[in-house]
């Protein structure tokens, strides 16, 4: 293969510049959409297993059917449920808040799992000393058996969370103007892979440094087997 | 009410639909019974490298492969290989483009669990089979690698369900698997019941290797109660 021919193909300085912007707004719109999904899928699914440790019975019934259901199911197919399927039932949303929803929905799921595994593994006489000591259902929930459960999350957290953000990529399916998205059409209307390769790149600037975080926590927070 | 069973969950569009629909479930099934085995080997043969590799420069070299496609969304990578390689004069075939996306994604992904296996091998392990004469192959293939394993599978079934889930990414190169026919028969049928009932299809399929991987969880952190 000629070398100029990839070059022109992949490496076009010209097509670059002219589709850089679109792509660069891609880029804001998937670190958004990933801060947002981080976010309200970690408070949801640390919630419910808080509510969780509750142990009453028909609200337990629920989360773990919730938790299951969405670990069972692949994000893109809760996206296209959210999207394609709602509006007949007069639910209509925007893509963003399709992706935005599903992939928070499956993140909370996970996390909620995670979390209360964590709950599980601190032992019960840890809370049982608590409450005798005074302290309300709360206070020995905030202050003994989370921080104890906190550590041994961390690491599989961390990986969660990277993952789903990872999967902002899927809202380019119901037509979201991410960065993948974006340098697809730029590379429809060019008629030329480089805005592919830029989509590329700027996908890795994103979630490199991600990834190597992860890398740090699973090192630092890493539990003794 | 009424809106909701004639949208979501219209037997006779169910039965209409289902014979394409489980034309398009073995489609997923035999698509992960291709990808997880080539991702299986191509994971394990990333771990023994990366145990194994003593060069400063081939291990930095197997480091960077393993984190940018730890770093590149799969579907980003799967759009980049099918729509990218015609500009350099190959039309690769859906399902090879589809091959080569998740081997390169799940070997990294498959390679660290494998490595973590690696590492949790007690060194009294390896030098124990050594001195009963064993060569360092023989040592690899008949003392580590299958302790490896075992140590582990919790995190194997983990990925694994990730990956039939990453299945539904194929859609996106229109390949005729679960969700793209569902998908294809909601816009001949102008209702999404069809998406529903491949939304059971996938629960049916992975509901319980999830609850499998939950028990397997609870016991790695070991629960009290």
Redesign the interface.
């Known amino acids: 293969m000629d070398l100029n021919a990839l070059v022109f193909s992949f490496f076009n300085l010209q097509i670059a510049l002219e589709y850089l912007p679109d792509i660069l707004k891609g880029m804001v719109v998937t670190v958004e959409l990933g801060l947002v999904v981080a976010i309200t899928g970690l408070v949801v699914g640390m919630a419910l297993a808080v509510l969780r440790a509750l142990q009453l019975k028909p609200l337990n019934f629920f989360i773990i059917c919730f938790a299951d259901i969405m670990r069972a199911l692949p994000p893109l197919v809760v996206i296209m449920m959210l999207f394609f399927a709602f509006p007949y039932i007069q639910i209509s949303m925007s893509a963003f808040t399709a992706t935005w929803l599903a992939l928070s929905l499956v993140l909370a799921a996970f996390v909620e799992e995670i979390c209360w595994a964590g709950i599980v593994s601190v032992p019960k006489g840890q809370s049982e000393a608590a409450r005798s000591t005074g302290l309300s259902w709360l206070q020995s929930m905030l202050y003994v058996v989370l921080p104890q459960a906190v550590r041994l999350t961390v690491a599989p957290l961390t990986n969660r969370v990277i993952a789903i953000t990872k999967s902002t990529a899927l809202g380019s399916v119901v037509g979201l103007s991410e960065v993948l998205n974006n340098s697809q059409s730029a590379m429809s209307n060019s008629g030329n892979a480089t805005p592919l390769m830029l989509g590329a790149i700027g996908c890795l600037l994103i979630f490199i440094p991600v990834v190597l975080l992860g890398r740090w926590t699973e090192t630092r927070f890493r539990w003794k087997q | 009410m009424d809106?909701?069973f004639k949208?979501?969950f219209n037997i006779p569009i169910y039965i209409e639909v289902a014979p394409y629909l489980l034309k398009g479930l073995l489609n997923t099934l035999l698509l992960s019974a291709l990808v997880i085995p080539f991702g299986l080997a191509a994971g394990l043969l990333v771990g023994v490298l990366s145990i194994t590799l003593k060069n400063r420069w081939a291990r930095a070299l197997l480091a960077i492969y393993i984190?940018?496609f730890?770093?590149?969304?799969?579907?980003?990578?799967l759009?980049?290989i099918y729509?990218?390689t015609p500009?350099?004069?190959w039309e690769l075939p859906k399902l090879l483009a589809v091959v080569i996306g998740f081997m390169l994604n799940n070997s990294s992904y498959y390679g660290e669990i494998f490595r973590a296996g690696l590492e949790?091998v007690p060194n009294g392990q390896i030098e124990a089979a050594r001195s009963t004469g064993l060569s360092a192959t023989q040592t690899l293939i008949h003392i580590q690698i299958p302790q490896a394993t075992r140590n582990v599978m919790p995190d194997l079934i983990s990925n694994t369900?990730?990956v039939?889930?990453?299945?539904?990414?194929a859609?996106?190169v229109a390949m005729p698997e679960l969700?793209r026919v569902a998908?294809d028969a909601?816009s001949l049928f102008y209702?999404?019941s069809p998406?529903?009932l491949?939304?059971i299809f996938?629960?049916l399929l992975?509901?319980p290797?999830?609850?499998l991987l939950?028990r397997f969880?609870?016991k790695k952190?070991?629960?009290?109660?």
């Open positions: 809106e909701i949208s979501f984190d940018v730890r770093a590149l969304p799969p579907l980003v990578l759009i980049f729509y990218g500009f350099l004069g949790s369900i990730e039939i889930k990453l299945t539904t990414l859609s996106a969700l998908r909601q209702n999404p998406i529903v491949a939304a996938y629960l992975l509901w290797l999830v609850r939950s969880e609870h952190m070991g629960g009290g109660h």
